[in-house]
C-alpha cells in the first residue's frame, strides 16, 4: 500500500470514528429539533395552551391554607358533586380530584361542608389531616384559614368523628342547619363518634367547617374533620 492509499484509509477510518462519537449526539439534536417542531405546532394550533388550561377556574371558590400541617388547597363549587372527584380546578382530569364545597352549602349556612379525598400514600388533598388523629395536638395544629377574594375566615378544630353511611340510623353531619333539640343531638352523637383526641361542644351561634373525606378505599366510612370558624377579616377596600 503506497503513502497516498494509507493516508487516505486513515482520515477515512478517523472520520468513522468521529461519526461514532458524534453519532448519540446528533441523534439527540434531531429528536429535539422534532420536539421543538411539535411544540411549534401545538402553540400556533392553540393545542397546547387548552392541554394546559382547559376550562380555567370558574368555580374557584377559596384557599384552604393550613401552616401546621403544610397544606395550601383550592377549594372549588359547581353544581355537580361528583365532578371535581376526578378533576382539577382547571377542569384537567385527575384522580386526586380537587377540594370542593357541597352545590348545597352556602356561606349563610350555619355549617359549611367540604368535601375532597383522602389520597393514600401522598400528603394531598385531605390527608394531611389525618395526622390529626394522634394522641397528642398542639393548640397550632388546630388553627387554619380558608381565603375567599379578599376575605379570611379563622378556623380551629373541634373534633374528629367517624361515621358509616353504609349503615341504617348513621346521624348526618352534613345538614346546613342544627338547632334545638337538633344541636343537641348533634353533640350527643358527636360524643359517640368522635376518634380525636379533642372534642369541643357545639353552641347555638356558631358557624361550622365540616370537612368530609374516606376512611379507605372501598368502604363506606367517612372522616368528618369539624371546625369552628373564630374570626373572619375583611381587607381595607371592603371597609
Same mark, same amino acid.
Given at each position: 500500500?503506497?503513502?497516498?492509499?494509507?493516508?487516505?484509509?486513515?482520515?477515512?477510518?478517523?472520520?468513522?470514528?468521529?461519526?461514532?462519537?458524534?453519532?448519540?449526539?446528533?441523534?439527540? #439534536?434531531?429528536?429535539?429539533?422534532?420536539?421543538?417542531?411539535?411544540?411549534?405546532?401545538?402553540?400556533?394550533?392553540?393545542?397546547?395552551?387548552?392541554?394546559?388550561?382547559?376550562?380555567?377556574?370558574?368555580?374557584?371558590?377559596?384557599?384552604?391554607? *393550613?401552616?401546621?400541617?403544610?397544606?395550601?388547597?383550592?377549594?372549588?363549587?359547581?353544581?355537580?358533586?361528583?365532578?371535581?372527584?376526578?378533576?382539577?380546578?382547571?377542569?384537567? *382530569?385527575?384522580?386526586?380530584?380537587?377540594?370542593? /364545597?357541597?352545590?348545597?352549602?352556602?356561606?349563610?349556612?350555619?355549617?359549611?361542608?367540604?368535601?375532597?379525598?383522602?389520597?393514600?400514600?401522598?400528603?394531598?388533598?385531605?390527608?394531611?389531616?389525618?395526622?390529626?388523629?394522634?394522641?397528642?395536638?398542639?393548640?397550632?395544629?388546630?388553627?387554619?384559614?380558608?381565603?375567599?377574594?379578599?376575605?379570611?375566615?379563622? *378556623?380551629?378544630?373541634?373534633?374528629?368523628?367517624?361515621?358509616?353511611?353504609?349503615?341504617?340510623?348513621? /346521624?348526618? *353531619? +352534613?345538614?346546613? #342547619?342544627?338547632?334545638?333539640?337538633?344541636?343537641?343531638?348533634?353533640?350527643?352523637?358527636?360524643?359517640?363518634?368522635?376518634?380525636?383526641?379533642?372534642?369541643?361542644?357545639?353552641?347555638?351561634?356558631?358557624?361550622?367547617?365540616?370537612?368530609? +373525606?374516606?376512611?379507605?378505599?372501598?368502604?363506606?366510612?367517612?372522616?368528618?374533620?369539624?371546625?369552628?370558624?373564630?374570626?373572619?377579616?375583611?381587607?381595607?377596600?371592603?371597609?
Amino acid at each position: 500500500m503506497n503513502r497516498k492509499a494509507f493516508l487516505k484509509l486513515g482520515s477515512g477510518l478517523l472520520f468513522a470514528g468521529c461519526l461514532f462519537r458524534l453519532y448519540p449526539y446528533g441523534r439527540a #439534536e434531531i429528536r429535539h429539533m422534532k420536539i421543538r417542531k411539535e411544540l411549534q405546532h401545538l402553540q400556533e394550533t392553540g393545542t397546547l395552551s387548552e392541554q394546559k388550561e382547559p376550562a380555567g377556574c370558574a368555580g374557584l371558590a377559596g384557599i384552604l391554607e *393550613y401552616e401546621s400541617l403544610h397544606m395550601r388547597e383550592e377549594i372549588v363549587q359547581g353544581n355537580d358533586d361528583s365532578y371535581y372527584l376526578t378533576h382539577l380546578c382547571d377542569g384537567t *382530569y385527575s384522580e386526586k380530584g380537587t377540594l370542593f /364545597f357541597s352545590s348545597r352549602s352556602s356561606e349563610e349556612d350555619m355549617n359549611r361542608v367540604l368535601y375532597g379525598h383522602h389520597v393514600f400514600f401522598e400528603q394531598t388533598r385531605m390527608t394531611p389531616l389525618f395526622e390529626l388523629l394522634d394522641d397528642t395536638v398542639s393548640e397550632d395544629e388546630l388553627c387554619f384559614s380558608i381565603t375567599a377574594g379578599d376575605h379570611e375566615t379563622s *378556623y380551629r378544630m373541634i373534633a374528629a368523628a367517624e361515621a358509616d353511611y353504609g349503615e341504617e340510623g348513621a /346521624f348526618d *353531619y +352534613t345538614a346546613g #342547619e342544627y338547632t334545638g333539640a337538633e344541636l343537641e343531638e348533634y353533640n350527643r352523637h358527636l360524643q359517640e363518634d368522635c376518634i380525636s383526641c379533642f372534642r369541643e361542644e357545639v353552641k347555638e351561634g356558631d358557624r361550622l367547617l365540616t370537612m368530609v +373525606t374516606c376512611r379507605d378505599m372501598d368502604s363506606s366510612v367517612r372522616i368528618l374533620f369539624i371546625a369552628r370558624e373564630t374570626e373572619k377579616k375583611i381587607s381595607a377596600e371592603d371597609i
